[in-house]
């Protein structure tokens, strides 16, 4: 089975009229100053493929994407730490050229040269300065601003780190309030902004302003456009399209699926009610 | 008079009369007092405590009183079911539909993204309407099932159950 996780290989290609739609809004969005947004959906609807190609599409800012699976925890230091040691910030210090006397530029430069650690160790340990010295550098080189890509922030809202994670993002947008040009993009699962609304609800107030909230199925011309886009059996297309209005609400993993696995639908998570209490 | 019955009258009392709070069922401590003496034959003190040391109930101080807390267990659940399948167990799966429908539909305005927990529901269908637990999760199987358009499940919620292969805790309507 292929092609069921989002890939930055695929990230340039997206289909589905709604999914264009919600990507053109988030590019509204953040090029009119919006500093939060939220993409919200249900597991497989396409988050993370939006985010990268979101990624993809807003070359004129510096853009940083974190997968935060692979974080210990969900605090602002370690998310910072591990905007430090990415690709896009490492190439970004080192190709700095600071001008005499810019103290910041040099500090950066300094750190990264004496070991990537140190680095990591800074932003760390003093998330806010950081992402003030970075900023700077964004604007040294001309960019339009800096976009931090969150991703899984929360798997669930029974994630253990989910704490962690509200107070980062109520960080970031304290933050967004002082740097300018300052964006996080963050998926977020409806159960834990359902959870965010309870817990922290100045937070969701901001939310809400900037959201983006994906489809929650694919429809038949969905359907035709994935099948083009991704590896689908003929016959899987025919059935699937055919028993449309048989198939509970479809979101774009599930389609994905069952165009290569129509004969075992079980696996793609689409097969007969069965009901049991957890 | 045995701790057990005492025990089982505080039950009853939290489902006729409690708040939920979370995992327990509350009642103001004056109010269940008060019916318990009616029962009780020995000290009430020691019945509680005794209640308390075996992990049935708490005490939650609110303001200047207190809240006799009751844990969400399976004597809870069964004492709850068979108090509401007199009302109105006998339900169609129309009428459930239609309830489950407009009770969606009055709960999505308090959501952020229109999902609504399948727990707050099944709290509104029991307590107001009458609806045992296990006649709520298997009328929500059944429309999962002959209404498949109709309803999109999504993980969380503080109630769920398993529809396919997954647990589910959260419902849209987002086909009428």
Redesign the interface.
């Given at each position: 089975m292929r092609n069921l996780v989002a890939a930055s290989r695929r990230a340039s290609s997206l289909v589905g009229k709604r999914w264009i739609e919600a990507r053109d809004q988030a590019v509204k969005l953040i090029r009119q100053g919006y500093p939060l947004i939220a993409i919200?959906g249900?597991?497989g609807c396409g988050k993370t493929h939006l985010m990268l190609n979101l990624y993809d599409e807003l070359k004129e800012y510096v853009r940083v994407y974190v997968d935060t699976t692979f974080l210990e925890d969900r605090l602002l230091g370690t998310i910072m730490s591990s905007i430090a040691t990415s690709h896009t910030v490492t190439n970004l210090v080192r190709a700095a050229k600071c001008p005499r006397g810019d103290a910041t530029c040099k500090r950066l430069r300094d750190l990264l040269a004496s070991g990537i650690q140190n680095l990591a160790d800074y932003a760390e340990r003093w998330p806010t300065s950081f992402l003030r010295d970075l900023m700077h550098l964004t604007r040294l080189r001309n960019y339009r601003g800096l976009i931090i890509f969150l991703d899984e922030g929360a798997i669930?809202?029974?994630d253990p780190q989910i704490q962690q994670f509200v107070r980062s993002l109520h960080a970031f947008r304290n933050l967004t309030a002082e740097i300018e040009n300052l964006h996080v993009v963050f998926s977020i699962?409806?159960?834990?902004?359902?959870?965010i609304?309870k817990v922290d609800a100045p937070l969701?107030d901001v939310?809400?302003t900037a959201?983006i909230?994906l489809p929650?199925?694919v429809d038949v011309e969905d359907i035709q456009e994935l099948a083009k886009a991704y590896p689908a059996k003929q016959e899987c297309l025919q059935r699937l399209i055919e028993n449309y209005?048989?198939?509970?609400?479809l979101t774009v993993r599930q389609a994905i699926c069952l165009l290569q696995e129509c004969e075992n639908p079980?696996i793609c998570?689409?097969?007969?009610?069965?009901?049991?209490?957890? | 008079m045995k701790a057990s019955v005492i025990r089982r009258v505080i039950k009853t009392l939290a489902v006729l009369i409690g708040e939920e709070e979370g995992m327990y069922i509350c009642v103001p401590c004056s109010t269940a007092l008060k019916m318990l003496e009616k029962w009780a034959d020995a000290p009430l003190d020691n019945m509680l405590n005794d209640l308390m040391r075996e992990g049935s109930i708490t005490i939650k101080r609110v303001g200047r009183g207190a809240r006799i807390c009751v844990k969400k267990d399976s004597e809870l659940t069964e004492i709850r079911d068979f108090i509401y399948r007199s009302g109105r167990s006998n339900m169609s799966l129309e009428d459930f539909e239609k309830l489950f429908d407009s009770i969606l539909m009055r709960l999505r305005s308090r959501t952020v993204t229109g999902f609504v927990d399948l727990g707050l529901v099944k709290d509104y269908m029991m307590k107001f309407h009458g609806v045992s637990e296990d006649l709520f999760v298997e009328y929500v199987a059944r429309l999962a099932q002959t209404r498949r358009w109709k309803y999109a499940f999504s993980h969380g919620g503080s109630f769920r159950i398993k529809i396919g292969n997954v647990h589910v805790g959260l419902v849209k309507l987002v086909r009428v």
């Open positions: 919200v249900r597991a669930s809202s029974d699962l409806p159960d834990v902004i359902e959870y609304a969701v939310i809400r959201m909230i929650d199925y209005e048989m198939l509970p609400p079980t998570g689409v097969e007969e009610a069965e009901v049991r209490i957890e | -």
